[in-house]
């Protein structure tokens, strides 16, 4: 319930006729550009890295990666990550920068091929140098020198789940929590220009998720002779999950699997888990506020709840009868009661209403009527969907955030006559909880003596 968004309207004395002016959630926007590089050993397609600080944050504690997947259309998506209002309360709740990259690809191709999206997914062929230098330009830049030596936490879909894994290798002590979306390294062995990660024994101390839609399971006949190669079985997002989950399972690390039983390659409501997943370990591991020494917390051993592979009861580690080193990794009982919904329905509950919209003031504009401006925060739970506004209880016009108006505000609209009441839906589909708190707000307005703001 941290970020601030403000809405606009307009009353005329013959209904809703437009729509105010817009602006972006508070906070400070970077941005750095790279062109493709020429050379062998460094990035060879564009990028654009957008950076987020939350307002008056004096030391950031960590940066949230937020990676997108292979393909032209992933490109497009990932320059609104920073923007999100949803990961920008889990950001702001840490004291953490929330990080969007764009890699400007030229096709849809899978290779390292020029323009392809390997070119960057694997982060051995230059992405990794390009990050980090971007850290250095955004530590300058942002007045925060500490972004060189803070730690990650890293989101990614599909190619971004390939490029966050390969991080972690690459950077294991800078690593708080990986969430893999449709994407491991060891789905993509089949290509023989990629090689497997060396995978370091301190990988195997951070927690990890990896998250397959059921509709991604490749379709095999279960009467023909089953000739693949190894390679072959953990090829694809769905078996390339599996096979990174069992392989740092087998080795004692903290690793889950959650297939989401609704979607295929998309990634649906998944974030309703990535999110508390991340909250829980950022709140294990970051170091105390204002301490020099950024080496990371272990995870607490004795809070882990365990769920057989496929299954979707999890219990408290100390209560699993099965082989703990094949069971499913559950950082807390609050992730593992949402991840125990979340592997049945694909969602997680939240019976919590999104916070009341704020700072409501009115201006007479003379004839034109009054201009209504408020502000509201993202429900930490669920984010914001839209504004809805009321009179007299019927509907008037609802305002929806769309994932292109990531960086816009979500204004609302009223009438001037009746009783009004702005509704803040939650981000989620089909999340209608009758749960409402009013607070009534004096405007100061020819037309109006009240109107109550409700949130549902």
């Given at each position: 319930m941290n970020n601030t968004r403000f809405g606009t309207t307009l009353l005329l004395a013959i209904g809703v006729v437009g729509f105010g002016g817009t602006m972006r959630g508070a906070g400070q926007y970077l941005k750095i550009d790279y062109p493709a590089s020429?050379?062998?050993?460094?990035?060879?397609?564009?990028?654009t890295y957008t950076l987020w600080i939350p307002d008056g944050v004096k030391t950031l504690r960590g940066i949230i990666v937020h990676q997108h997947g292979a393909g032209t259309t992933a490109s497009i998506e990932g320059s609104t990550a920073a923007y999100d209002l949803h990961w920008q309360a889990l950001a702001k709740k840490w004291d953490c920068a929330l990080w969007g990259s764009s890699y400007h690809v030229q096709n849809e191709k899978i290779d390292i091929s020029p323009g392809a999206s390997e070119l960057w997914f694997d982060s051995r062929r230059g992405s990794e140098k390009t990050f980090l230098q971007g850290l250095t330009e955004f530590a300058a830049?942002?007045?925060?020198?500490?972004?060189?030596?803070?730690?990650?936490?890293?989101?990614?879909?599909?190619?971004?789940?390939?490029?966050?894994?390969?991080?972690?290798?690459?950077?294991?002590?800078?690593?708080?929590?990986?969430?893999?979306?449709?994407?491991?390294?060891?789905?993509?062995?089949?290509?023989?220009?990629?090689?497997?990660?060396?995978?370091?024994?301190?990988?195997?101390?951070?927690?990890?998720?990896?998250?397959p839609g059921v509709k991604e399971k490749p379709k095999l006949d279960p009467d023909a002779p089953d000739n693949r190669t190894e390679v072959e079985k953990m090829k694809g997002p769905w078996l390339g999950n599996i096979a990174t989950f069992k392989e740092y399972r087998a080795h004692g690390g903290l690793i889950g699997f959650a297939p989401d039983p609704r979607t295929g390659h998309e990634c649906g409501d998944s974030r309703y888990l990535a999110i508390p997943f991340l909250d829980a370990c950022l709140a294990a591991r970051l170091p105390d506020k204002g301490n020099k020494d950024q080496t990371l917390k272990p995870m607490d051993a004795s809070k882990a709840w365990l769920a057989p592979l496929f299954g979707d009861e999890a219990v408290p580690a100390a209560e699993f009868k099965g082989n703990a080193n094949e069971?499913?990794?559950?950082?807390?009982?609050?992730?593992?009661?949402?991840?125990?919904?979340?592997?049945?329905?694909?969602?997680?509950?939240?019976?919590?209403?999104?916070?009341?919209?704020?700072?409501?003031?009115?201006?007479?504009?003379?004839?034109?009527?009054?201009?209504?401006?408020?502000?509201?925060?993202?429900?930490?739970?669920s984010g914001i969907q839209q504004f809805i506004v009321l009179r007299d209880g019927r509907e008037l016009a609802?305002?929806?955030?769309?994932?292109?108006?990531?960086?816009?505000?979500l204004p609302g609209c009223f009438s001037e006559i009746g009783r009004e009441a702005l509704l803040c839906r939650r981000h989620r589909e089909q999340r209608w909880t009758e749960i409402r708190t009013l607070v009534a707000v004096t405007l100061v307005s020819t037309f109006l003596s009240r109107c109550n703001f409700g949130v549902w």
């Amino acid at each position: 319930m941290n970020n601030t968004r403000f809405g606009t309207t307009l009353l005329l004395a013959i209904g809703v006729v437009g729509f105010g002016g817009t602006m972006r959630g508070a906070g400070q926007y970077l941005k750095i550009d790279y062109p493709a590089s020429t050379a062998s050993n460094e990035l060879r397609v564009a990028v654009t890295y957008t950076l987020w600080i939350p307002d008056g944050v004096k030391t950031l504690r960590g940066i949230i990666v937020h990676q997108h997947g292979a393909g032209t259309t992933a490109s497009i998506e990932g320059s609104t990550a920073a923007y999100d209002l949803h990961w920008q309360a889990l950001a702001k709740k840490w004291d953490c920068a929330l990080w969007g990259s764009s890699y400007h690809v030229q096709n849809e191709k899978i290779d390292i091929s020029p323009g392809a999206s390997e070119l960057w997914f694997d982060s051995r062929r230059g992405s990794e140098k390009t990050f980090l230098q971007g850290l250095t330009e955004f530590a300058a830049k942002s007045a925060h020198p500490e972004m060189d030596k803070i730690p990650w936490a890293l989101w990614g879909h599909s190619g971004g789940g390939i490029w966050s894994d390969v991080m972690t290798t690459l950077h294991p002590d800078r690593v708080i929590a990986v969430w893999m979306r449709s994407g491991s390294a060891l789905m993509f062995l089949s290509h023989p220009e990629f090689t497997r990660p060396d995978v370091p024994a301190a990988l195997y101390k951070i927690p990890m998720m990896t998250n397959p839609g059921v509709k991604e399971k490749p379709k095999l006949d279960p009467d023909a002779p089953d000739n693949r190669t190894e390679v072959e079985k953990m090829k694809g997002p769905w078996l390339g999950n599996i096979a990174t989950f069992k392989e740092y399972r087998a080795h004692g690390g903290l690793i889950g699997f959650a297939p989401d039983p609704r979607t295929g390659h998309e990634c649906g409501d998944s974030r309703y888990l990535a999110i508390p997943f991340l909250d829980a370990c950022l709140a294990a591991r970051l170091p105390d506020k204002g301490n020099k020494d950024q080496t990371l917390k272990p995870m607490d051993a004795s809070k882990a709840w365990l769920a057989p592979l496929f299954g979707d009861e999890a219990v408290p580690a100390a209560e699993f009868k099965g082989n703990a080193n094949e069971a499913v990794w559950l950082p807390n009982e609050s992730v593992a009661k949402a991840w125990m919904e979340y592997v049945k329905t694909g969602a997680t509950s939240d019976t919590t209403p999104p916070p009341v919209p704020f700072n409501v003031k009115s201006i007479s504009k003379t004839d034109q009527g009054t201009e209504i401006t408020w502000s509201a925060e993202a429900d930490f739970e669920s984010g914001i969907q839209q504004f809805i506004v009321l009179r007299d209880g019927r509907e008037l016009a609802p305002r929806h955030a769309r994932a292109a108006d990531a960086g816009d505000a979500l204004p609302g609209c009223f009438s001037e006559i009746g009783r009004e009441a702005l509704l803040c839906r939650r981000h989620r589909e089909q999340r209608w909880t009758e749960i409402r708190t009013l607070v009534a707000v004096t405007l100061v307005s020819t037309f109006l003596s009240r109107c109550n703001f409700g949130v549902w």
